[in-house]
């Protein structure tokens, strides 16, 4: 009887312990988080639209002044900078650039813009009055090659990063990234990479980020850190991206980097050890570039795009919980 007893009680025992092996435990957060490129299960936000014009073409370089009105490039029927507040709406600013429009924009904290010429082959500069300068032309390591600069960003000591594709897929020729040193002289920073596009600095400045291409779905962030000329260090992979023709990108206080992903109409929020742990998505999947506000909209990012024919430009905003660095 004792043994008969003790018998049910192991299988009774036996029958709990299976049922809850197979009924799982609970997963722990870090199981949950997208492995590499993977988009998949990662929070997605819906940005809004803000504004839209049909003669912005492809709409581009998204830059925050002191005031908080955004600036972005504009590439169609009106080529120059166009600007946007929640007070005045939409305008056109300066036309400027007029080749094919300006691509990149980046504004200093004296309401400085600086600007890629891409048809022009060359950095420009507009003062707050509109007065426009060149800070850097000639500089083509492959004349023959070059695209024109892309995209750029300044550092506070006044060093300009620019990135010229000269294509922007893994058969392409490499691009090339320039460095412009705070006294005007201009040097090949990196020609490793195909296609490099977007750039943007680390918030303490001593990183710098590039996307690029390796084929018409699968992107790569690079990174460098900067010796203290601001010369490259090592590059090392931060980043592979799947799903995602690279463009322009921002950075938040956290240290994570905001990707545009032209063609997807998505941008994806990429953790300091390379994973997607967050998404953006917008209606018009040209999506080119972001930027985040300054002041009272630091939280949020604005976001640049076109359709897919790059006849009509829009500009969205998607509110987040997370500062951003310009």
Not at 30 to 53: F, R, Y
Not at 167 to 182: L, W
Not at 191 to 211: F, H, M, Q, R
Request: with cysteine.
């Amino acid at each position: 009887m004792r043994t008969e007893h003790t018998l049910c009680i192991a299988f009774v025992i036996l029958v709990v312990c299976v049922t809850i092996a197979c009924s799982g435990s609970p997963v722990r957060p870090e199981q949950e988080k997208p492995a590499g490129g993977d988009a998949a299960a990662t929070p997605v936000i819906a940005a809004t639209l803000v504004a839209s014009d049909k003669s912005w073409g492809n709409t581009e370089g998204p830059a925050v002044d002191s005031k908080g009105t955004l600036y972005f490039t504009s590439r169609g029927t009106f080529k120059g900078i166009a600007a946007w507040s929640e007070r005045e709406g939409a305008r056109q600013y300066l036309a400027v650039a007029t080749k094919e429009g300006p691509g990149g924009l980046w504004i200093d904290d004296s309401d400085n813009i600086f600007l890629t010429a891409t048809g022009e082959r060359k950095i420009l500069k507009v003062s707050p009055d509109k007065k426009v300068s060149v800070v850097a032309e000639n500089f083509e390591a492959n004349p023959s090659l070059s695209k024109g600069p892309n995209d750029l960003v300044v550092a506070k000591t006044g060093t300009i990063y620019f990135t010229d594709p000269n294509g922007y897929y893994g058969d392409a020729p490499n691009g090339t990234i320039y460095r412009i040193a705070s006294d005007g002289r201009t040097s090949v920073f990196s020609e490793a990479i195909t296609g490099p596009n977007g750039i943007v600095l680390s918030a303490d400045e001593k990183t710098l980020y590039v996307s690029h291409n390796v084929s018409k779905s699968t992107s790569k962030i690079e990174k460098w850190p900067l010796n203290p000329d601001g010369s490259a260090g090592v590059m090392n992979e931060l980043a592979t991206v799947n799903n995602c023709v690279a463009d322009g990108m921002a950075v938040d206080r956290e240290g994570n980097l905001w990707l545009t992903c032209y063609s997807f109409g998505a941008a994806h929020r990429i953790s300091p050890d390379g994973r997607i742990v967050g998404t953006i998505t917008t209606e018009q999947k040209a999506l080119t570039n972001c930027i985040f506000g300054r002041g009272a909209t630091n939280k949020t990012l604005y976001l640049t795009s076109s359709d897919m024919e790059r006849v009509t430009g829009y500009v969205y905003k998607a509110d987040l919980s997370v500062p951003g660095i310009r």
